[in-house]
């Protein structure tokens, strides 16, 4: 899961495409419905918190998990410039603890997508169920094996007023691992641009497989949606909302097993 490192401090740069505030409010919306309206939430994979902050500011006591420090780092300037009260650890979603439980927990642009091992998966849907309240929901988003195949073999390339990338994409149908090589070109303060080089990889998981691993992990699964709407998940879809709760008191995973 080594990523995000010299491109964190670019992120917002390169992702000024994604619609942010849509994104927050969507998963606004979905809590409300659960009627998740105020308390603690974690943003599990919270990356540079951009969806931590929207929802701080709708009045949600945020706690945001990440692996990489530097787009923690970035997130904690953000929580300086606006002020809100959130707790960032640096934390690997398949080891994360809490002081306790929280109300909701989400997980938003595809972050469960790095988890590649299906027993990793588990691992961390059962943490989720460790520490999300009684009655409490999980929303999570994905990207599909369909969005992979689409994007396959590709290279694509991008100029911004400091910096560029080159992404170099490459899909395993067979697999189905999405691996991406990232060059990126950034301006430093004399002007000058220095070279970084990262490798991403990604799993499509059916929906079927993310069922019975919520369900494995002691979740219930409630609903899925095709992204940004109420309508469920078709042939095309290209990213898929999971929305699983837990309804019965249980015993704490340890993350061994006898």
Known sequence: ??????????????????????????????????????????????????????????????????????????????KIESGHDILYLNQDMREFELYGTVRAVVSICDSINYITDKEDL???????NNYVDQYGVFIFDMNTEYKYSMMGEDVIAENRENGSFIWENYYDSEEKINEYDLTLYIED???????YEETHVQRAYAIDEVKELLEQAGLKFLKCFDAFTRN???????????????????????????
């Not at 588990?122 to 989720?128: C, E, N, P, R």
């Open 189 to 195: 303060n004399e002007g000058k641009y220095d070279r």
């Open 232 to 258: 469920e998940p078709n042939d095309t879809s290209e990213r898929v909302y999971f929305i699983a709760t837990r309804e019965e008191e249980h015993e704490i995973y340890t993350g061994s097993e006898e």
């Open 122 to 128: 588990l691992t961390v849907f059962k943490l989720v």
């Open 1 to 78: 899961m080594e990523a995000y490192t010299n491109f964190a401090t670019v992120y917002d740069m390169f992702m000024d495409n994604v619609p942010y505030d849509e994104w927050g409010e969507y998963v606004h919306s979905l809590l409300k419905e659960y009627n998740i309206n105020d308390g603690l939430v974690l943003d599990l994979g919270c990356g540079t918190g951009n969806i931590t902050e929207i929802l701080a500011s709708k009045g949600y006591d945020m706690i945001g998990v990440d692996y990489s420090e530097d787009m923690l780092n970035v997130a904690q300037e953000k």
